[in-house]
């Protein structure tokens, strides 16, 4: 984050945290802040998503290692989560299958949402879905396309038994 952004006391409250999950209140958050949310962040989950660009709040828990897992706009709460630092994917003829934990998984730490992720490789955002509930794998050249997507942004897979 450039600069000392109103969401640094949240960065630094996640940086200093060793857990990989925490649920915070709207008002924990203000607090931590010394100011109030925007309006947007109690009426629209979407001020809650994790936008790699352009997003000040979305940039500090994203630098801090976490991402949104879920946002009860009825309770004013937020759970933040780190994701997995790595999945083990099976290997078939060194091509490696890409399995739903870590096709979502890859997409968290990008900071992507499904749409964003599909743009990125040129399918259907239903076919991310799909992927990420287990109901069709990627074909292997998708599955190519993952891997170098996965090395660019440094995601840790390691090859299963």
């Known amino acids: 984050m450039k600069g000392q952004s109103k969401y640094q006391p949240l960065l630094e409250y996640l940086q200093r945290s060793d857990r990989p999950e925490i649920t915070l209140t709207f008002l924990e958050i203000e607090t931590l802040m010394g100011e109030t949310l925007p309006e947007s962040a109690r009426n629209q989950k979407r001020w809650w998503g994790n936008r790699s660009k352009g997003a000040l709040q979305a940039s500090a828990w994203m630098n801090a290692g976490y991402v949104v897992e879920e946002v009860d706009l009825a ?78 942004v440094g995601f840790k897979y390691q090859v299963g038994e």
């Open 75 to 152: 309770r004013e709460c937020v759970t933040f989560r780190k994701p997995a630092s790595g999945y083990k994917t099976q290997s078939a003829a060194q091509i490696f299958q890409w399995n739903s934990n870590s096709i979502k998984a890859l997409r968290l730490q990008m900071g992507l949402t499904q749409s964003q992720l599909a743009e990125e490789l040129g399918v259907r955002q239903q076919t991310v879905s799909e992927w990420e509930n287990g109901m069709y794998q990627p074909t292997r050249a998708t599955s190519k396309y993952l891997s170098l997507v996965a090395e660019k």
